[in-house]
């Protein structure tokens, strides 16, 4: 089967000024196959969030090529929904408005809000942000609040909500349960893997929790370098098969703490070439 996401031979470096370029990124290649979860983990500078800008199109590679069903897409659009590390809202428009602006930008723009049809479909948009709210556990009332009323975990899932509500066939996720609380945490990653399953997009989620990684992920990733100053590449992935799975989902607890440690070998520098381990069957 083709992938739906090759990255062939990836290099990007950063010029910053009055300094010597820097390559954060070489040699990386890794398939990404459609309907795949795949975790993305690493020490923090490795190019995490750098590999998913590249497959956002929010960035070019210097070397090698990024292709989306066999093509470059050289900007974002609404079939990659991206949660970004730094996310920001609106501060002067309300929860509900902040959630249906992409798509109401997407099929309107700024002019076509004075068609007709514009109010009747604003208000199913609203009807669906609500709906999306609620799945990330906001409350009614949160709707009609504005950012800065907001916790940081409030934000964070109302930033996933924004993305979600343009239905993307692949969806990109840097960090984005950082800011909440174990419970609810734990609730979201709930929620992900349900939409995962429920629509089959694709999904790459960059964490540092590394029994996240292995909850969420079919496929987990680890890039990393060959030395301090060097550049990153993937150096290790895993497959998480459903066979490892209790019912609910859960990596068995054995199975949990076999995978974490051969991902935690990985992340600090006992793995060198890249190695594909596949689960035994339990
Ligand atoms: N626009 C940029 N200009 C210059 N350097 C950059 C730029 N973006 C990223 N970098 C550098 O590239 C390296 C990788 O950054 P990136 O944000 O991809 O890392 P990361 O793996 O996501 O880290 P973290 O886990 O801390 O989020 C870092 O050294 C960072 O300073
Ligand atoms: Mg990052």
């Known amino acids: 089967m083709s992938s739906l996401i090759p990255l062939d031979n990836i290099g990007v470096e950063y010029k910053s000024h009055g300094q010597a370029p820097r390559k954060v990124l070489e040699n990386l290649d890794l398939e ?10 690493g020490q923090t500078g490795c190019g995490k969030s750098t590999m998913l800008r590249l497959i956002l199109g929010a960035e070019r590679p210097g070397t090698g090529r990024v292709l989306i069903e066999g093509r470059e897409l050289p900007r974002p659009d ?16 309300t929860v509900l408005d902040n959630i249906t602006f992409g798509p ?10 004075l068609l007709p049809r514009f109010r009747s479909r604003r208000k199913e948009l609203r009807h669906d ?7 990330m556990g906001l409350q009614d009332a949160d709707a009609h609040k504005y950012p800065d009323q907001l916790s940081g975990g409030m934000k964070q899932r109302v930033a996933i909500a924004q993305a979600l509500i343009m239905k ?6 840097d960090e984005a349960f950082s800011a909440l609380d174990p419970g609810t ?7 992900v893997r349900h939409i995962w399953a429920d629509t089959g997009t694709t999904i790459l989620f960059v964490t540092h ?22 550049s990153s590449r993937v150096i290790f992935e895993l ?10 989902g859960y990596p068995l607890r054995d199975e949990m703490e076999r995978l974490t440690r051969l991902i935690e070998g990985a992340t600090d520098g006992g793995q060198r070439e890249p190695e594909t381990v596949e689960l035994r069957e339990v």
């Open 239 to 248: 497959n998480v098969p459903d066979s490892a799975r209790n019912t609910s």
């Open 209 to 230: 929790n590394i029994s996240e990684a292995l909850y969420l992920g079919s496929r987990v990733v680890v890039l990393g370098r060959d030395s301090p100053e060097g």
């Open 78 to 93: 609404r079939h990659r929904g991206y949660v970004p590390q730094k996310y920001s809202l609106f501060p002067n428009q």
């Open 129 to 135: 942000a609500m709906g999306y709210l609620r799945q």
């Open 168 to 173: 993307p066939r692949i969806l990109l996720m």
């Open 32 to 41: 990404i196959a459609a309907g795949e979860f795949i975790s993305v983990c």
């Open 185 to 191: 945490r734990a609730e979201m990653q709930r929620q």
């Open 104 to 113: 109401e930008m997407e099929e309107f723009g700024l002019w076509g809000r």
